[in-house]
């Protein structure tokens, strides 16, 4: 099973982005003994488009591109899971053959509605709204965090 992390807006260099590839070197590693074949982050430039709307559909359009398998939504609005629950939910796609799993991060404006109703999943990782380089270094953490857990390592404690 892939995973692809596609999201709006571009990682500068920096803490940020060390910490993000040291989450997924770290999924990597753990992942590859619990059906992982590959970690993907794909990265879209913001919408320069004159509406919020009009954004957001062309941001819609990027991330579509690059999803494939389940499409799994960012957004404050998603269903909040703990990290065990996250865990088995990642565990359950991935017996149930899931190819990928596509985790869509959306850009200042959000994801379009259309998107929202169309992922397999809408995940929220909190009620507040984080800017996208953050969203994606937890998001990775999480994601290493779930593998962790399915693998029975001792990084996650109750």
């Known amino acids: 099973m892939d995973i692809v992390i596609a999201a709006i807006g571009r990682m500068k260099r920096g803490p940020e982005l060390e910490l993000l590839n040291h989450y997924v070197d770290r999924l990597k590693g753990i992942g590859r003994g619990q059906?992982?074949?590959?970690?993907?982050?794909?990265?879209?430039?913001?919408?320069?488009?004159?509406?919020?709307a009009e954004r957001k559909a062309e941001e819609?359009?990027?991330?579509?591109?690059?999803?494939?398998?389940l499409i799994i939504a960012?957004?404050?609005?998603?269903k909040s899971l703990t990290s065990p629950a996250l865990a088995a939910r990642i565990g359950q796609w991935r017996d149930d053959g899931a190819p990928a799993l596509s985790f869509l991060i959306?850009?200042?404006d959000g994801l379009h509605p259309d998107l929202r109703r169309s992922a397999d999943f809408t995940?929220?990782?909190?009620?507040?709204?984080f800017p996208h380089q953050i969203a994606r270094l937890l998001l990775a953490e999480q994601l290493?965090?779930?593998?962790a857990i399915l693998a029975g390592h001792p990084y996650h404690r109750d």
């Open 144 to 147: 290493y965090r779930s593998f």
């Open 74 to 78: 960012l957004d404050e609005r998603g």
């Open 35 to 52: 059906g992982l074949t590959a970690v993907h982050i794909t990265e879209s430039l913001e919408s320069r488009r004159k509406t919020s």
């Open 123 to 129: 995940l929220s990782m909190s009620a507040m709204t």
């Open 106 to 108: 959306g850009g200042p």
């Open 60 to 69: 819609m359009a990027a991330l579509s591109a690059a999803g494939k398998g």
